[in-house]
């Protein structure tokens, strides 16, 4: 099956740090979702990008499919935004399981 | 904002007793789904279900697990004898197709 690495897998970074997250996917996938678990376990999404680049305030993304990979970039951190960041994708050819990442898991210092 | 919601938020069970996990998917959804999470560990799809039936199902979906969504707005999983093991934290999802919205989900603990 189709196997999802994330990297790093842990980050600590200063708030007001700039950060970069990246997905590799061993094979192409469709419906590729970034989320955010928070400390309550639950799962937030960020952003919704089989391609290309999307913005949401502080936090941006860029899928490049072709190459299967996609980056989550989170500008001027803030300790809100510690948690566990996973990126997921549905094979192609399925009924749109999402396969997930072990996650990266952030923290954020005042 | 239409969201997915989950009960119980906790459910605590003994071994071989089974329990219905319950989620009211956002209304104009087609495509329903449970994912289960083991603490500390990643999300693992157990199930996809459109047209009343299952689509897809993992090695995890065994015969102890099923599915039914019993009127127009709930989808339950229901696992009929409960093992130390399936004490996790369970995701009810639901897309249009596409992306997919997760409920708050339900922290299973076996004992």
């Known amino acids: 099956g189709i196997q999802v690495e994330q990297s790093p897998p842990d980050l600590i970074l200063q708030e007001g740090a700039n950060s970069t997250l990246r997905c590799n996917f061993s094979d192409s996938v469709n419906n590729l979702q970034w989320f955010h678990q928070n400390p309550w376990g639950q799962l937030i999404n960020l952003f919704y990008i089989p391609s290309g680049t999307k913005q949401n305030g502080r936090l941006s993304a860029t899928t490049v499919a072709t190459e299967r990979y996609s980056l989550l970039y989170i500008s001027s951190s803030q300790t809100t935004d510690s948690g566990v960041y996973f990126c997921?994708?549905?094979?192609?050819?399925?009924?749109?399981?999402?396969?997930f990442g072990a996650g990266t898991r952030l923290a954020v210092h005042p | 904002e239409p969201e997915v919601t989950q009960t119980p938020s906790h459910q605590v069970t003994q071994m071989g007793q089974e329990v219905i996990l319950r989620c009211v998917p956002i209304?104009?959804?087609?495509?329903f789904y449970w994912y289960r999470q083991i603490l500390g560990q990643k999300v693992e799809f157990l199930v996809s279900f459109y047209n009343n039936e299952i689509s897809e199902k993992s090695e995890i979906f065994d015969d102890q697990f099923s599915v039914e969504r019993p009127d127009g707005s709930n989808f339950t999983l229901k696992i009929r004898s409960t093992k130390l093991e399936d004490s996790a934290m369970y995701f009810c999802?639901?897309?249009?197709?596409?992306?997919?919205?997760f409920g708050p989900g339900t922290r299973l603990t076996v004992t």
């Open positions: 997921a994708g549905a094979p192609k050819g399925g009924y749109n399981k999402l396969i």
């Open positions: 209304s104009n959804h087609l495509y």
């Open positions: 999802a639901s897309s249009e197709p596409a992306e997919q919205y």
